[in-house]
C-alpha cells in the first residue's frame, strides 16, 4: 500500500489503513520513545499515545514535509510532554554538573551495534539524555530545546555539551569507541 | 531546526546514524489500546447492549410492579368512578356522617325527584352493605355494564339523583370474599328493616312509597339505556373472579329468598296483628316493597352480570416478543479448488494442500442478537412465530503484518476474483522464510476481525415438551433469511497466505437456521424464557457464482433471553 493510499485511508478512518501505517513507522517510533523513556513500558505508553495524537490529528499534516518526519515531531513532542510530568526530569534539568556515571570498562565486539549505542545514551542522566537526543539525533536547535523544555538556551547548550562528553566516555570505557588521535578518526574508529 | 554545522561534528554523525539504525517492535497491547480510541464500535455495542438490556428491565419491571389491568384501565380511562358517585359528603348523600360506615356500600333507590325535594322516606331506603362482596369499582363497572342488559335492571341511583352507584368510601379490601353477601342479606333482612323503620313509617301511607318504588325502578331502565353500549372485559381473571363469586353466592341466595320472603310474610303479619290502625299496615307494605326491591337488585347482578354476559373473544392467542442473545461466533471455512489461471484471467497464487482450515488461525468473538417476533399459539403446546432480528456476528483471526520485501511481494497477487490487485501486508501464516521464500524482513502478529451485521427475519416454532403453565421447557427452530449489510471484512486469499477486503464477492441475501431449547416462567402476564441456541448459515458467505474456491458459513452459539406478553 503505496504512502498516499495510506494517508487517505486513514483520513477515513479505516482500520486497515492506520494498522498500516503503525506497523510501518511503530519500530522506529517506538526506538524514539525508547531513548527518552525510562524503561520499556513507558516507551510504549508514549508511543500509544503519540500514535493515537498522528491519527486524530491526520487531517493537520499538509505534504509539506516528510510524512515520517512529521509523525516523528508528534512522537517527540509526546516524549517531552511525558517527561515535563516527572519532577525529577524538571529538576535535572537545572542541574549543570551532573554526576559522575559509572562506567564498567566492558570489551566490546569490533562491530558497535546500534542497540549498544542506544543503551549507552540511556545511561545519561535524563535532562542529559534529553537534550542529547534532541539536539544531536533529532535535529532541534538549542532554541527550539529551551522552548520545549522551558530552559534558557544558555542551559541547553551546556547541558549538550555536557551529555556528548559524557557519552564520549561512557562509549570509550565500554571499549565500543577508540579514543581519536583526531577527530576525523571517530569513524575509523569504530568501522 | 539544526545549526548548519551539526554534521561537522562526526561523533553526532555516528550516533545518529547508529540510533536511527535501531528499531524496537512494540506489543500488540499498543496497538489495540491505539485502535480502541479510534474506534467507537466496541463503545457502540456496549451501549446498545446496555440500552437493550435497560429498556427490557425497564419494560419488564413495569409490568411486574405495576401490571395493566383491564379494568382498572379502563375505568381510569373512562371515569366511570366519578366523585359525585363517590361522593363521602354527608351533605349530598342526605345521611349524617357515621364513621361506622366507612366500609359501607350504599345503594340508593333511585327517587325520580331531584336531590333537593326527595321524598323524606327516601333516605329510609338506602341499602347499606356492611363488607360488600363486590369491590367499589368492580360493582360499579358490572353495574353500569349489566344495564344494557335486558329486563328489570336494579333501581340504582345517587342520593343527589344522579344515576349511579353512590359508595360512601372506598373499601379497604377491594377483593370478594366468600361469604359476605350473606351477612348483607341477614342484615337486610325484613326484621332489621322494620326496626329501623317502625318510627317513620307511621308518619307516612303506604301508596306514596310504593309510588316512589315504581319512580325509582321506571328511572332506572331509563338509566341503563343510557349506559348501553359499554363493553365489559368479561375474560379479565380478576373479574372472572369476581363473577364466580357472585354465582356461588347468587346459587346460596337463591335459597335464602324463599325464607326471607317467608319471614317477610310473618313479618308483616306479626306487624298487622300488633298494630292495629291503617299506618302499621302501611308500614308493613313498605317493608315488602323495599325488601322487593332490595332483591331485585340482587337477583339482577345474579342473573344477567354473572350469566348473561357476552360471550368473551377467543384470547391467549398472540403475544409479542423481546428477545437478546449475546453470541460467540464461529465460521467453517471449506473449498479451496483454486480456479485455473485460465478461468481468472491472471496469474494466481498456489493451491495450498489440505483442508483449509488447517492453514488459519481462526478464534470466536462476541456478538450479540435482539430482535422481536410475533407469537400465535395454535395448541396449547405448539406455538409458531415470524419477526425482525438483528445480527451482529464476529470471529477474531490471527495474522502477521510485514513490511519491506513482503509488500511488494503482495502486491503482485492478484485477487481471487481476478479483477482486484491485492495491496495488503496481512498474512495469514507467520510470514518465516522457510515457509513461504518471497517472504523476509520483520513482521508483527496482528489480530483481525471480520464483523458481520444482519438484518434476519426468523420464521418457525416453539414447541412445549414439558411443564406447566407457569414452568415450561420447550425447543424451537427456525429458519432465518437475512440480509448482510456490510461488505468490508477480510476475506482470505485463494493459496490461504493473505487476508484482503473484497466487496464483490459477498452474498448479500442469505439463509440461516436456528435451533434452540429453553425454560420458561410465567410471571403475571409476562412469560420469561432463557435457554441455549444455535444459529448456521446455511449458504457461502461468498457468492456461488464467483470464482472464488472458498466457502465460509457462519455459525454462532449463544444464550437466548426473552419475554413475552400477551397482545391485546
Redesign the interface.
Known sequence: MTEEAILQGCLKNLATAQRELYNRYSPKMLAVCYRFAHNREDAEDMLQEGFIKVFSQMHTFQNKGAFEGWIRRIIVHTCINNLKKNKRFNESLDIVHAHGVQVREESVPSIVQAKQIVECIRILPIGYRTVLNLYAIEGYSHKEIADMLDIEESTSRSQYTRAKQMLEDILIKKKILSKPREKSEWLLAIR | ???SN?YSD???????E??????????E???K???N???TKRKWFIGSMAFLVTGILFFSGKELLAPSHPLSRKLAAAGTVSTDSFSNDPARSGQPEDNSHANFVRLHPVNSASASGRHPYAADFAITISHPVVSQPDLSELLSHAVQLPGEAPSLIGSNGTPAVAMDKAPENPHPEPGLLDSWLVRNAPENQAAHRTADASRNNAETLRETTENTRETAEAVGSKEAGRDLDADDPYLRGVIDNLSARGTQRIHTDGEIARNASTHQGSVAGKIKDAEGAAKAAVDVIGEKSDLSSANWLHDYAVYSLPPSPSRGRLFLQLILAPTANYRNLSGGMVASSKQLGGPVASVRPGDVQSWVDRAPALGFEFGANVLYRVTRNLTIKGGLQFDYSRYRMLAY???GQQ?QQTANYRSPLGNTIF????NAQPPTPSQNPNISG?S?Q?TLYNDYYQLSAPLGFDLRVLGNERLQFNIGATLQPSYLLNTDSYVLSSDYTSYT?EPTAFRRWNLSAGVEAFLSYQTGPIRWQVGPEFRYQIFSTYLSSSPYPISENLKGYGIKIGITKPLP
Open positions: 531546526m539544526k545549526e551539526f562526526e561523533f553526532e554523525q555516528l550516533i545518529r547508529k540510533t536511527e539504525q535501531y528499531k524496537l517492535y512494540p506489543s497491547n499498543v496497538w489500546g491505539v485502535h480510541s479510534l474506534h503484518t510485514s513490511s509488500q495491496m495488503d501486508s496481512i520483520n508483527v496482528a477486503k
